[in-house]
């Protein structure tokens, strides 16, 4: 008797564990980590450049929450969002939403991140100083603690030399730690200080400023304007009679006045 009772439990254990095991099987293979559940929308878009297919698919999971990825075709495919060798539609993905998903983190596409917006007087002053160094090594040097102001003076002395990036760069350094030694003179002179170095380099030219950058006036501006007048008068009577007449031109740069007409006595 105990022999039976044994067996039965035994054979009811089996059981227990066969049905655990079933509705193991039978449920859906979601993996930890995937994004899964229920397409709520779904579209494509066709990379103009390069022809290339992708799909933004938005999920919606179990807790309510919301998350849309981008896949490639093949991806799509796999997932029955869209059927093999057909042509992206909303026809052809209307029957995507609804449809259960697990879509593994690792294939999804990440969207490219947007350009940081450059800062307006680091992408002038490599804009303006083009043949001598670029924005990121200007703007390296800013965040470093170099201002503007000092950036650009660097730049005009770098033209003034005929150097490139690094030479830029050697007289920023130069301007942080006090040490000219880099830019000694002809005879051996080591500047002491920025304001020796800048008068030595320049020889008494006037040193160009950040504002003459911003304001692109590396140049001198020229202005000609020119007016013509002319008068007229006429008199008619016994006697005299007389006629004046005045003319001005005005124009930009220069002004004419006309010449005083002269009446004819009739």
């Not at 939403?97 to 593994?104: A, H, N, R």
């Not at 690094?166 to 000694?184: M, P, V």
Request: include cysteine; hydrophobic fraction near 35%.
């Amino acid at each position: 008797m105990k022999i039976s009772r044994f067996i039965f439990t035994l054979l009811m254990g089996f059981a227990v564990l066969a049905a655990q095991a079933g509705s193991v099987l039978a449920a859906p293979a979601w993996q930890e980590g995937f994004i899964t559940g229920t397409v709520t929308a779904v579209t494509c878009e066709t990379d103009s450049d390069t022809g290339v297919t992708t799909f933004l698919v938005t999920v919606m999971g179990t807790d309510g929450t919301s998350e849309t990825v981008r896949i490639d075709h093949a991806t799509a495919v796999s997932l029955g969002i869209i059927a093999p060798d057909t042509p992206c539609s909303e026809e052809a993905l209307a029957d995507a939403v609804g449809l259960e998903v697990s879509i593994d983190p690792a294939v999804v596409i990440p969207d490219e991140e947007e350009e940081e917006a450059k800062h307006p007087v680091g992408l002038a002053l490599s804009l303006f100083f083009d043949d001598i160094t670029d924005y990121e090594t200007i703007m390296s040097a800013h965040e470093d603690g170099t201002g503007f102001g000092v950036i650009a003076q660097a730049l005009w002395m770098t033209t003034k030399m005929e150097g490139d990036s690094e030479t830029f760069q050697a007289i920023i350094e130069a301007k942080k730690s006090g040490d000219y030694s880099a830019f000694a003179s002809e005879d051996g002179l080591v500047p002491k200080n920025w304001g020796q170095f800048r008068n030595a380099l320049l020889k008494g030219e006037k040193m160009k400023n950040l504002g003459a950058v911003m304001s692109d006036k590396d140049g001198d501006g020229n202005g000609n304007g020119n007016g013509n007048g002319n008068g007229n008068g006429n008199g008619n009577g016994n006697g005299n009679g007389n006629g004046n007449g005045n003319g001005n031109g005005n124009g930009n740069g220069n002004k004419n006045k006309g010449n005083n007409g002269n009446g004819n006595n009739k």
